[in-house]
């Protein structure tokens, strides 16, 4: 992935691009590789927008997808076709099957929460280290290097030991050395600055966890404990339940198993969002300055409607009012024109012939205070909005322009009429509304009120 990841970096530096494009060709070559090396297209193209995107648009998705599906073909003939670690189909999932993986996704969460907090930990003990930070890594690897000594699985790749834990080859106390000393190494590791990657490791310790909880409990066998336990890991730990989902069944092509890692990995997700405010992968982003959010949904402005949010009573005055006597009735006697920034000018047939904001107003009294209004609009391209468009239309438009509120008319050609106005206070009336709808809680079933002589003859 971080391969895949320069090469779409690299490659959109050499075009005329804009940084959101520049992103997706990013993430389509991080997806291309992860499809490359595991066979897992559709997985490497919900990793993108779960965890790199958090959006789903056709303009980022279509590339992201395009790059997987590519990277997956062209490995067949280099790796061969087929999963990655193919097992022995397990059976149609039962109660007891789906009461295991909640447990193994409760106790992936309880563990992904205790690594990112040791991640952390070890690099706030590395920065407190009285040693220059370019030893860092090296007193990491000395720490590798010891866990090798403890279990030799620990160290590379690691992918013969995931493949073993999915076969139920790994049990008893190899089983518990192999999750501590991994979940130990590779905190560590990461902690000094050490370069390395994450998804092999939660696999690991993943199936580990499952694996241990499956032999204890009784109820599946190690190797469907493991695949449980490694979707749910990743699943939790990145905070990418589809994606840890959807990798572990195209890893192995199990389809029987697809609804107990749905199981086990919203299970870790619920924990480690109720444990930690970040992932694993966003703390490190925040430690630095920058905020992350991994939550993602459709903007409110392209849900919403400018007729819906627009003030029905906009401040309109003729054109050939002069420019003194709009200052005085702002200033004195109209409250709807005193409380706008700007002022429509409308015709008798409501016909909108120009704006004027109080920064024109007040250039207009110092040059020329008996210059009627529509004199100021002589030179001026005027911005407007229609009631059908949507607000993110509306606002991509005030921004593209630097004004701050733009007339609503109708959409005719000939004689256009006023409609409304859309200024900042209605945009944020709008972004209040949904808040209300998001935060307010109400009685959907309201009872009402008994009248005083209810019940009386």
């Not at 291309?32 to 648009?57: H, S």
């Not at 990995?265 to 959010?293: C, D, F, M, N, Y």
């Not at 409609?419 to 935060?439: F, K, P, V």
């Amino acid at each position: 992935m971080p391969v895949g990841s320069a090469f779409g970096s690299l490659f959109a530096q050499l075009f005329h691009l804009s940084a959101a494009e520049r992103k997706t060709l990013l993430v389509a070559g991080a997806s291309a590789g992860m499809a490359a090396v595991f066979a897992t297209p559709l997985a490497a193209v919900l990793l993108a927008v779960e965890l790199l995107l958090f959006e789903w648009k056709p303009r980022s998705f279509i590339p992201v997808a395009v790059a997987a599906i590519i990277a997956s073909v062209l490995r067949q003939p280099l790796l061969g076709a087929g999963p990655v670690f193919p097992i022995a189909a397990h059976g149609a999932p039962d109660l007891p099957l789906l009461g295991l993986a909640l447990g193994i996704g409760v106790v992936a969460g309880l563990v992904s929460g205790a690594l990112t907090t040791l991640v952390y930990a070890c690099e706030d003990a590395f920065a407190r280290l009285p040693v220059h930070w370019m030893w860092w890594p090296a007193l990491g690897g000395l720490v590798v290097g010891v866990g090798g000594l403890v279990d030799p699985r620990v160290l590379g790749v690691g992918y013969e030991t995931i493949h073993g834990l999915l076969r139920g080859d790994v049990l008893g106390l190899t089983l518990l050395t192999l999750l501590l000393t991994k979940a130990f190494v590779w905190s560590v590791a990461l902690g000094s600055g050490t370069s390395g990657g994450v998804l092999a490791p939660l696999l690991m310790i993943g199936g580990a966890v499952g694996a241990a909880l499956a032999a204890v409990t009784g109820w599946g066998d190690p190797g469907l404990g493991a695949v449980i336990g490694m979707a749910a890991m990743m699943g939790g730990t990145m905070r990418a339940p589809l994606t840890g989902t959807v990798f572990m069944f195209e890893l192995t092509r199990d389809q029987n198993v697809l609804p107990a890692l749905l199981v086990g990995s919203v299970a870790a997700v619920a924990v480690t969002v109720l444990l930690l405010r970040r992932s694993i992968l966003t703390e490190k982003l925040a430690r630095r300055g920058q905020h992350i959010s991994y939550d993602y949904g459709v903007d409110l402005f392209d849900l919403v409607r400018v007729g819906e949010v627009m003030d029905q009573r906009p401040p309109v005055v003729p054109p050939d009012l002069v420019v003194s006597e709009l200052a005085d009735r702002i200033a004195h006697s109209d409250p709807v024109l005193a409380r706008r920034q700007a002022t429509l000018l409308v015709d008798a047939d409501g016909t909108l012939r120009g704006i004027v904001t109080r920064g024109d107003l007040m250039r207009a009294l110092e040059e020329n205070p008996q210059a009627p209004l529509g004199a100021l609009m002589a030179e001026r391209n005027l911005q407007v909005a229609y009631p059908d468009e949507t607000l993110q239309d509306a606002v991509a438009r005030m921004l593209r322009h630097d004004i701050g509120r733009l007339p609503v008319i109708s959409r005719e050609v000939e004689h256009p009429r006023l409609l409304g106005y859309l200024g900042r206070a209605e945009i944020l009336a709008a972004r209040q509304r949904w808040h209300d709808e998001e935060e307010r809680r109400e009685r959907a079933l309201l009872v009402p009120p008994r009248s005083p002589d209810a019940g009386t003859a």
